[in-house]
Every structure is written in C-alpha cells, then in structure tokens.
C-alpha cells in the first residue's frame, strides 16, 4: 500500500522539489503552501506522515504540530528548518515530533525518517483496527446483565443515541458511566466525531476553564500559544464531562451559557464560535436533591436534565455478578495467558455475598485475582506470597511491577508527570508498561491514598 505524506512549505519551488523526491521514493505526497491547508486535509484516520517546515507565515510548523496534536497525536510529524536551532530541535522532540530535519539535508536523510515515521503510523493503524474488531466482536458487552434495569438501560440508550439530546447520567464511581456516554456516541451519526471526555474533578480549578473552552496566547501567565478547548474539539462529536457536580462554580456560568446558545469564547477573545454540541454529563450525587447537589447550580442541572439515566448499582443486580465475572474472567485470561480457572467454592460465596462497593470495577479487578490465582480466602500478604511463589520468576517480577505502578499511581492521585519523577522511567516507557499491566490512570485520578 502506498504511504500518504503530507508535505507542508511555503516555498513553493522547494515544495515541489521535495515532493518530488518523496514521489520517487514511493510516497503518496499531497503538497500545501500553508499549515491551514494541512490540518483542514487531516483527520484520525490519516495513516501517514505530515513533513512540515517550520518557519512559515500564518501557522507555523511548530504551530501545525500542536494543531495535530489535537486531532490526533499518534500521527508522526517530521520537523524542517534551515536555523539549526537546536534549542528548538530537542524541545520539539520532547514535546512529542517524531524527527526533526536541519536544511540543507541529504535526501536519504529525509526519505529515512519519513519511512520510520511511517512504519510507526502502521502499527498505530493496525492496532487501531485489532481494537476496532475486538468492540465489533464484544458488542454490547460493557453493559452486561439481563437484570430488569439493565435491559431498560440498554432500551433507553438505543432510543436517544441518534439523537442531539443533552444526557445526565447518575451513578456511583465504578458503575459504568464513560461506558454508557461511549456507547451513546459509538451508536450516533455523531460515530465520526470526536469523542472527547474531561473529568471536571480532576483538573485544579485554575486549569479547567483553559481545558474547556479554551485560550488565546497570552490570556493569562504561562499561555504562550493558542489552544483549542474540549467544547469546540467535541464540536460534531460528543463531549463527556465526568464528575459535573465537581465544576467550579464560574464554569458553571460559562457551561450554562454554552449550552443555551451553542456557542464558546476562549479565554482571552471576544471572538464566540459556534458549536456543534452533544453532551453526556455524569455525576455519583443525585443533582435533583438539593441537600446532595450543594453549590452546583440549579439552572445548569435542568438544563443538562433533558434526558436523565440512572446506572444501578452492582449489588442491586445481583443476579448479573456471576454473568459479568465470567465475562471479565476470560477476558483476563486472554491478556494474562493463562486457562480460565475453576470457580472454587470460596469465589463463588464472594461473587454471592459480596455488596461490591467499587461495583463492575471492583469486580473486574477481582476477576483478574482470580485469574492469577489469588483466591479471595487468601490472607493479606502470606496468601499473596504463596500464590506468588507458584509462578514463574519473570511472571513473579511482572506482577511486582505492576504493583509498584498501581501504587505509585495511588500515590500521587494519578498525576502522570508526579509518577514519572517518582518512577524515573520515560514517558513512553511508562504508557507502554501501563497497556501491559492493563493498569488503567483513569481509575486513580484525583485519589490520593
């Protein structure tokens, strides 16, 4: 299959004879003169290379690749310039540029990287296609159970996912509601949008409104450059807010206004762009109670309360907790390597008993206990060593590092740049151990311990 790269210069005589150097090389090279152009032709399914230079009118390189970024930031972008800044080199490496390539530069030079960078655009493809097969194939399964509220649940979902109706969707942590607001935009015409997700109680409140609605450069210390908010990057798609009863109050006067005119004005403009907006919020407090609903804004919870779902909790549906472990178990067994175990009689009595106060999280971090032999009559410490002790020395030392993670993760309130000081690994190196040990950040944002 023949490689797509974007090639970006406002030198059209360069332009045309890097393009085409690219062409003889074998790439499938669309040229433009400006960065504008560049980011109007991209999407997320863009399976090549962007090459830009970066001293350019308008929008530079540098600009474009935060652009891109936005948009999708597993897509490689190689660097150009005639300055030999090195400064600028490594900052742009650190900040996530594939390569960056000094003028005037040898064309197996150029050819090289933008083949790495393409290699590397094609195992994120595929990867994203395995993953898009793998939801195809578990289909409904987020939202287990024949429980009479979960069929009802599963109902109400088909009915207004097509729809442009605002959501509220209440439950306690660990219910399953990033899965209902996914399943919400998955099963839309809004599919093709972005989903863009933003958890209000993780972010200090000094920083939220910057992530929301964005700035303009120099709208308050530090904002050195133009970023796009969560609200106008959801515009055509769906935006999650997570954890709503935890928006500072004067967001809340921004959001209300947001939703009643479809409309955002970054920080440090005038300027009010429209929107095309869908939003699912979600909240562990019953926002109609006053007494739990406290300084959140009455006006903004009716206006998010066009159509309200409520996630029962697991121990509510007891009869789905042995439908769900099986589910979670083999799906455990799969990524571990190991045979699915027998139901001894001890996990069957704590499947039956337990109230699952973490609910379907909990019970998936069970399941794969389980699956790793740790049985739930294991004392605190000898049980787990003797488990351990049964397996394998680099089995053992995987599990160790996982905890390590989990707990450093705990520590620091899932804060990424906290964890990686405290771990001393690189970023990368640290997002690749956490897809291996399918630790989950999320699941400690904001919780310190």
Same mark, same amino acid.
């Given at each position: ?6 090639l970006?210069?406002?030198d ?11 062409? !003889?090389a ?8 400006s ?5 109007a ?8 290379v962007?090459?830009?230079d ?8 540098? %600009?474009?690749f935060?652009?891109?970024q936005g !948009? ?13 800044d090195?400064a600028?080199? #490594? ?5 996530? #540029?594939?390569?960056?390539?000094? $003028?005037p ?10 083949r790495?960078?393409a %290699? $590397?655009?094609?195992l ?5 296609r395995?993953r ?9 399964l ?9 069929l ?30 996914t399943?919400?935009?998955r ?8 989903f ?12 939220i409104?910057?992530?929301l ?6 709208a308050?210390?530090?904002?050195? @450059? @133009?970023r ?24 809340q ?11 955002v ?7 009010v762009?429209p ?5 699912v919020?979600a909240a562990?407090?019953?926002l109609?109670?006053p007494?739990?609903? +406290?300084?959140?804004?009455?006006? !903004?919870?009716?206006?998010?309360n ?25 799906r ?10 027998q ?9 039956? %008993? ?7 999280? =909990? ?5 794969? +206990? ?18 351990? =002790? ?7 030392? %995987? ?10 993760? $705990? ?7 906290q ?7 690189p970023? @990368? ?6 897809q291996?040990?399918?630790?989950? +950040?999320?699941?400690?944002?904001g $919780?310190k311990?």
């Amino acid at each position: 299959m023949t490689i797509p790269v974007h090639l970006v210069d406002d030198d059209r005589d360069l332009l045309r004879a890097t393009a085409q150097t690219l062409q !003889l090389a074998g790439f499938d090279t669309s040229t433009f003169t400006s960065g504008r152009e560049a980011i109007a032709a991209l999407d997320e399914d863009f399976s090549g290379v962007v090459v830009s230079d970066i001293r350019m009118p308008g929008m530079d390189g540098l %600009e474009l690749f935060a652009q891109i970024q936005g !948009l999708d930031a597993e897509i490689p972008v190689v660097l150009v310039t005639g300055h030999g800044d090195i400064a600028m080199a #490594v900052k742009a490496i650190q900040d996530g #540029v594939y390569d960056f390539v000094t $003028k005037p530069f040898a064309t197996d030079r150029l050819i090289q990287s933008v083949r790495r960078a393409a %290699e $590397k655009r094609s195992l994120v493809m595929e990867n994203r296609r395995l993953r898009a097969a793998a939801r195809d194939v578990e289909g409904d399964l987020p939202l287990i159970g024949q429980s009479r509220a979960m069929l009802r649940l599963r109902d109400m979902l088909r009915q207004i996912a097509d729809t442009d109706v605002d959501v509220l969707v209440t439950g306690e942590t660990g219910t399953g509601k990033e899965v209902v607001a996914t399943l919400l935009h998955r099963w839309s015409r809004r599919a093709k949008g972005n989903f863009v997700a933003l958890n209000c109680g993780a972010l200090p409140e000094q920083v939220i409104e910057s992530e929301l609605f964005g700035h303009e450069p120099g709208a308050f210390t530090g904002a050195q @450059k @133009k970023r796009i908010g969560r609200i106008e990057h959801s515009s055509g798609g769906t935006l999650f807010l997570d954890e709503i009863e935890s928006m500072p109050p004067e967001s809340q006067v921004r959001m209300l206004r947001v939703l009643e005119m479809r409309e955002v004005t970054p920080l440090g403009t005038n300027e009010v762009r429209p929107v095309d907006l869908r939003v699912v919020a979600a909240a562990k407090v019953d926002l109609g109670d006053p007494a739990q609903r +406290r300084d959140f804004r009455e006006d !903004l919870y009716y206006r998010l309360n066009v159509v309200s779902l409520a996630i029962p909790p697991l121990r509510d549906r007891q009869d789905d907790v042995p439908l769900l472990f099986g589910y979670f178990a083999e799906r455990a067994a799969r990524r571990f390597g190991r045979d699915l175990p027998q139901l001894s009689a001890a996990v069957s009595r704590h499947l039956r %008993e337990h109230a699952w106060p973490g609910n379907v999280r =909990e019970l998936s971090h069970f399941a794969e +206990r389980v699956v790793l032999g740790m049985q739930p009559e294991d004392a605190p410490g000898a049980g787990k060593a003797a488990a351990a =002790e049964a397996l394998p020395l680099p089995e053992r030392l %995987e599990r160790f590092e996982a905890e390590i993670i989990r707990e450093t993760l $705990k520590s620091h309130g899932g804060d990424v740049q906290q964890s990686l000081a405290a771990l001393g690994v690189p970023r @990368k190196t640290f997002y690749d151990k956490l897809q291996r040990h399918g630790i989950v +950040r999320s699941d400690y944002a904001g $919780k310190k311990g």
